[in-house]
């Protein structure tokens, strides 16, 4: 049996691809909570995300998040979800870890826009029970309060304007993403021939 940290902290994303403000958010939240680790969680298919778009497949996007906390004591890459397949649901993923980490306090990292949507989560009421939030601001979103029920701390993060979805566009573009993306990840992207044009 595992020897339980104090307190572990939840990061799930897609991380299509993983960014320098995703490493930004996780290490503040991280010191800021005084958390023995932050789990950086690849989503396998994400549920609140139904755009059409085809995802990069799970395991170029977990070698991206091992690339990217390669060197950063604290940030762990975590493939609990790509493992168990299916949908990638919260509960479910906290329900593994207090298997693996019995006592251990969970928190989970959430943006700032996620938060009025926290009631359409899978079985809320159980998940609102055994985790705290971290709830990080996102650019242009009013702050709102939880859902009644939930615990959840603020935590200031400096402001970034990189999303994802913009970097998928400059890389299949053939555009630069240096100091958007880490160099590790740069370089597992253009190994795994990853984003490329007309992909």
């Known amino acids: 049996m595992n020897t339980a940290p ?60 091992e690339a990217a906390v390669e060197g950063r004591p604290g940030l762990e890459p975590c493939r609990l979800e790509i493992d168990r397949g299916g949908p990638s649901y919260t509960i479910d993923t906290v329900r593994q870890l207090k298997e693996s980490y019995p006592g251990a306090e969970l928190i989970v990292v959430v943006g700032s826009d996620v938060v009025p949507g926290l009631t359409t989560w899978r079985e809320e009421p159980a998940l609102r029970d055994e985790v705290t939030l971290a709830v990080v601001g996102r650019p242009g979103v009013t702050p709102v309060e939880p859902p009644p029920g939930w615990r959840a701390v603020t935590v200031p993060v400096a402001p970034f ?5 913009e970097l998928r566009r400059r890389l299949e573009a053939g555009g630069e993403v240096q100091g958007l993306v880490p160099d590790a990840v740069v370089r597992c992207i253009g190994q795994r021939g990853l984003y490329a044009t007309g992909r």
Do not use: C
């Open 6 to 65: 104090a307190r572990i902290g939840i990061f799930g994303g897609t991380f299509d691809p993983i960014h320098t403000a995703h490493l930004e958010v996780a290490e503040s939240v991280r010191q800021a909570l005084g958390l023995d680790r932050m789990l950086l969680v690849v989503a396998n298919q994400p549920w609140q995300k139904e755009d059409g778009r085809t995802l990069t497949p799970a395991e170029d996007r977990y070698a991206m998040v």
């Open 161 to 165: 304007d990189v999303s994802s979805t």
